[in-house]
């Protein structure tokens, strides 16, 4: 998973290619139960490059894409948003693998 620091790490993964950005927080207790099952969700999907978003150190996007609640997930495919699995909700690895299978 690339967990980008800067804008530019952001957004060379969303210009070409399926992209899955996970919006998450250290602080965010969803957040923390889901991070374990991240691993297979990605090995589940390789033609999604996973980038894990710091709602901390990106409020900015977060506020312009409406992302209100994390953990979110939002598919990106060469530089266009496909789907977006957000909610304030805590989210499983089965609904997370659903949201992807059928993107």
């Given at each position: 998973m690339l967990i980008p620091t800067t804008y530019e790490e952001l957004a060379k993964p969303l210009e070409e290619g399926k992209t899955m950005l996970f919006f998450t927080a250290d602080w965010c207790g969803?957040?923390?139960?889901?991070?374990?099952?991240?691993?297979?969700?990605?090995?589940?999907?390789?033609?999604?490059?996973?980038?894990?978003?710091?709602?901390?150190?990106?409020?900015?996007?977060?506020?312009?894409?409406?992302?209100?609640?994390?953990?979110?997930?939002?598919?990106?495919?060469?530089?266009?948003?496909?789907?977006?699995?957000?909610?304030?909700?805590r989210k499983t690895k089965e609904e997370i693998m659903t949201f992807i299978s059928e993107l």
């Open positions: 969803d957040c923390v139960y889901i991070k374990p099952d991240m691993p297979d969700i990605e090995a589940s999907f390789p033609e999604y490059t996973f980038v894990q978003v710091d709602r901390d150190v990106f409020i900015d996007i977060c506020q312009k894409w409406g992302i209100l609640g994390i953990p979110s997930f939002v598919a990106i495919e060469d530089g266009k948003e496909r789907g977006r699995f957000v909610s304030k909700n």
